[in-house]
């Protein structure tokens, strides 16, 4: 497998391959099925994980690491780029460094490649299931919790900082305290939410966009199957003898973007792979910028439909 292409991020040294390997898994993975796909995913070629303090599987992904390392799969930790987030329950400016160091235990390193806000919300106390009341829910103290996400990388936690599921609006509250500006903006991004004036946005200003639910999160609860079921993108697949998910993920990376994808399959994680050979016709282009457009993943569907979650899936 030859190298996967790798990306510039503006505010951190080492470059991201473009495409890495999701592990929030639905329903949710056991620790050994998780770390088996992981080290299977290291196997046919990716090089980028990405984990949150939500998805539990910090833990599997720290531990697929050490046996990839004992199995001579990768030399060195520095072979890989290891994104984590920020989970809303500790988002307050104290509570980041401590957060950041326990996603570092759970992972078994020194460093974090990025670090993201996971969502711009703060949610009180420990929330242990979902949905959540509507007092749990507050907004996010912008600067106090961009000073914590700094201090992370003047210690060392981490390279990188960003964040996830930020607006054009949020972005630019954040840049209005930064010192380091976030180099990564995780979003939700696929032919059925092509985002393009995020994309716009971000582009002008420097921003990475990492797409997640690139295949529209299929089969998970949080997903639907419109991207996978599209007959605009099974036509262009038969015709190219491509898969739907081959030309939905082609069709993201053809969007100057870098993206984010699960399988915990070991043809599928291969599959996803093979994109970098062939190139969408500017006819194909045009047919997928036609497909109904509507968000999949809301914040809503996720923390309930409270006032300040409603305004916040309502930004662009
Ligand atoms: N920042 C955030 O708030 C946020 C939100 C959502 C997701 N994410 C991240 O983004 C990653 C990817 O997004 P996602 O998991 O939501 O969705 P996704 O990658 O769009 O879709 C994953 C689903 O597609 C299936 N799949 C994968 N490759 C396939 C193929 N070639 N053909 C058919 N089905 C295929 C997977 O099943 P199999 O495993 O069985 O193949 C799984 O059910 C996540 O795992 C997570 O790391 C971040």
């Given amino acids: 497998m030859a190298k996967l292409p790798g990306v510039t991020l503006s505010s951190c040294e080492k470059p991201m391959p473009v495409i890495g390997m999701g592990t929030c898994s639905f329903p949710p993975a056991d620790l050994e099925t998780t770390k088996t796909a992981i080290i299977e995913a290291i196997k046919a070629g990716y090089r980028h994980f990405d984990t949150a303090f939500a998805y539990g599987s910090e833990k599997p992904l720290g531990e697929a690491i050490v046996e990839a390392l004992t199995l001579g799969l990768i030399m060195s930790r520095d072979e890989l780029f290891i994104t984590t987030k920020l989970w809303s329950s500790f988002a307050e400016r104290d509570q980041i460094v401590p957060a950041c160091k326990m996603s570092l235990q759970n992972l078994q390193l020194d460093y974090i ?3 993201l806000i996971h969502w711009p919300v703060r949610l009180t106390g420990r929330v242990r299931s979902m949905p959540v009341e509507k007092d749990a829910i507050k907004p996010l103290d912008v600067k106090g919790v961009w000073e914590g996400m700094e201090e992370c990388v003047k210690l060392g936690l981490t390279k990188g900082i960003g964040v996830s599921n930020f607006s054009c609006k949020k972005l630019e ?3 209005a305290v930064a010192t380091i500006p976030p180099a990564v903006n995780q979003v939700e991004l696929n032919p059925t939410w092509q985002q393009k004036e995020l994309r716009e946005f971000c582009k002008a200003k ?3 966009i990492t797409a997640y639910s690139p295949l529209g999160a299929n089969n998970t609860k949080w997903g639907d199957n419109r991207v996978m079921d599209s007959d605009v993108l099974a036509e262009i697949a038969k015709s190219r003898g491509k898969t739907v998910a081959q ?7 053809e969007q100057g973007v870098s993206l984010v994808t699960k399988s915990y399959n070991k043809e599928r994680m291969k599959q996803n792979l093979q994109i970098f ?3 969408l016709s500017g006819e194909e282009l045009e047919k997928i910028s036609q497909i109904p457009q509507r968000k999949g993943v809301t914040l809503a569907s996720v923390l309930g439909p409270h ?3 409603l305004e916040l899936d309502a930004e662009v």
């Fill in 307 to 309: 006032d300040l979650v």
């Fill in 206 to 208: 420097g921003f990475e």
């Fill in 173 to 175: 509250e954040v840049l």
């Fill in 277 to 279: 050979d062939w190139s």
């Fill in 113 to 115: 490649d990025m670090y």
């Fill in 247 to 253: 030309v939905a993920l082609r069709w993201v990376y």
